[in-house]
């Protein structure tokens, strides 16, 4: 759902920021700015999830 509604600001302001200009640009940024963060999060949690997999079967190999 985070996910969702940071994009759907960022593409809201994104065409504020087209038509308007100002600070419609400041906003967009922002949004974007945390759209981008919150993708770079989801993204090193994914990793830490696999890495995490990762080992357990490679103590599961040594086990047998």
Excluded at 40 to 45: D, E, N, R
């Amino acid at each position: 759902e985070v996910l969702m509604v940071l994009g759907g600001a960022t593409a809201v302001f994104l065409l504020l920021a087209v038509a308007l200009g100002g600070l419609a640009i400041a906003l967009f940024l922002i949004t974007a700015s945390a759209f981008g963060g919150y993708i770079y999060a989801l993204v090193q949690l994914k990793r830490r999830a696999g890495e995490e997999l990762y080992v357990d079967v490679e103590t599961v190999r040594v086990h047998r």
